[in-house]
């Protein structure tokens, strides 16, 4: 059973920065794509970033420049830096995780952690 646990959410000012983290359990394979992504009171879910097993990078076009992702792939873990917060990053961040195998795709999803960015 395959288990995203998330943390390092908050609340923070404007232009300040949060760290966030997903620790994967439970799969002795290494995904090859773990990402972010953060769903707003009202409306849908969106990509954040995504980062492949073989380090190709993907950002939304709203984040660039302020957001980074890295990866332990030995660990299955994923971080999210965020720098320069602005009050439209409020939202919950979601940690996914994808594996693709000969048979079929998987696709993983954590609880979620609140960013809100507020004075």
């Known amino acids: 059973q395959v288990q995203l646990v998330e943390s390092g959410g908050g609340l923070v000012q404007p232009g300040g920065s949060l760290r966030l983290s997903c620790a994967a359990s439970?799969?002795?394979?290494?995904?090859?794509?773990m990402g972010w992504y953060r769903q707003a009171p009202g409306k849908e879910r969106e990509l954040v970033t995504t980062i492949t097993s073989t380090g190709r990078i993907n950002y939304a076009d709203s984040v660039k420049g302020r957001f980074s992702i890295s990866r332990a792939n030995a660990k299955n873990t994923v971080y999210l830096q965020m720098t320069s917060l602005k009050p439209e990053d409020t939202a919950v961040y979601y940690c996914n995780a994808k594996l693709r195998t000969l048979t079929r795709d998987y696709d993983y999803w954590g609880q979620g952690t609140q960013v809100t960015v507020s004075s």
């Open positions: 439970g799969s002795s394979f290494s995904f090859n794509s």
